[in-house]
């Protein structure tokens, strides 16, 4: 086993033990709030996926700015994987947002600013996955993820912003209103705990989808150079 | 305030997209050695 392999093998436990220690945070450390009861936990992870989704995306379009001004083909996998992370964490957030809407707000879903954006934001990544597949040119599909990327990175400060600047319903933890939810120092370490566990997992998940999304460009290169090699075969015959 | 029902399907959602995300990537990789393999004989 080389020495990267090993070091990703140690930060996936590692990761395996924090995410256990930050759930067990939420069970047993965190008290239970008084307006909202225990479904107000949710919020810990919630919060958390949130926060990583955001980071992904910031992520992508760093390396889409690194490879447009490097021209180093290594900044297009770790785009892509980010972004597919990004999306998997703001899928997370969306849905545990949801089912801890229900029982307080009395409804799944409400076109409020900051789910509105939220949407746009994931909505607006689907797009640069989908797009990406319509182009077969490596360094075009490359360059095209890039510009993207660093284009699309407009819709996160204008979720982040959203429940700041805009009349919205949601609760604002860092620098807003928390609304109904009043949070005890237990709460804001155990969150916060959510938080570097998730963002060290995000770290090992990427570092995991980007060797993948290289290897897979390499197969693509290696299938099209066995295409050539045979159909110039079956020419000379 | 009785919700713990909608407590565990949060905390399953979020676990559960995790989990399907990390097989997901076990599938692919799998998937990969499998084509190179293949690839490699063919050439």
Not at chain 1, 27 to 40: C, D, H, R, S, T
Not at chain 1, 83 to 97: D, H, K, R
Not at chain 2, 12 to 38: N, Q, T
Request: net charge positive; proline share 2%; aromatic share 14%.
């Amino acid at each position: 086993m080389s020495s990267e392999n090993k070091k990703l093998k140690i930060l996936s436990y590692v990761v395996f033990f924090m995410v256990l220690g930050a759930f067990a945070m939420v069970l047993f450390y965190a008290p239970i709030e008084q307006n909202m009861g225990i479904v107000q936990k949710v919020f810990f992870f919630h919060v958390s996926a949130a926060w990583i989704g955001m980071l992904a995306f910031l992520v992508a379009a760093v390396c889409g700015i690194l490879y447009l001004t490097k021209k180093r083909m290594i900044f297009d996998p770790i785009a892509f994987s980010a972004v597919e992370i990004g999306l998997l964490f703001t899928a997370i957030a969306n849905f545990s947002g949801m089912i801890w809407a229900k029982p307080i707000w009395n409804t799944w879903w409400t076109w409020d600013p900051r789910l509105t954006t939220m949407t746009i934001m994931a909505f607006t990544y689907i797009g640069y996955l989908l797009l990406r597949r319509g182009v077969d040119n490596p360094e075009k599909r490359a360059r095209f993820g890039a510009v993207y990327a660093i284009i699309g990175f407009a819709s996160v400060p204008l979720t982040f912003f959203s429940s700041r600047l805009l009349r919205t319903i949601h609760p604002t933890i860092f620098g807003g209103d928390t609304g109904d939810m009043a949070m005890t120092s237990a709460m804001y370490q155990t969150m916060a705990a959510g938080i570097v566990a998730f963002t060290v997992l995000f770290a090992a998940l990427l570092w995991h989808r980007s060797i993948l999304a290289a290897r897979e460009m390499e197969i693509d290169a290696l299938r099209a150079q066995t295409e050539t090699l045979e159909f110039g075969e079956v020419q000379d015959d | 305030m009785t919700n713990f029902s909608y407590f565990i399907a949060g905390y399953l959602v979020i676990f559960g997209l995790l989990g399907a995300y990390i097989l997901r990537l076990i599938a692919l990789k799998k998937r990969l050695d499998k084509e190179e393999k293949e690839l490699l004989t063919r050439q």
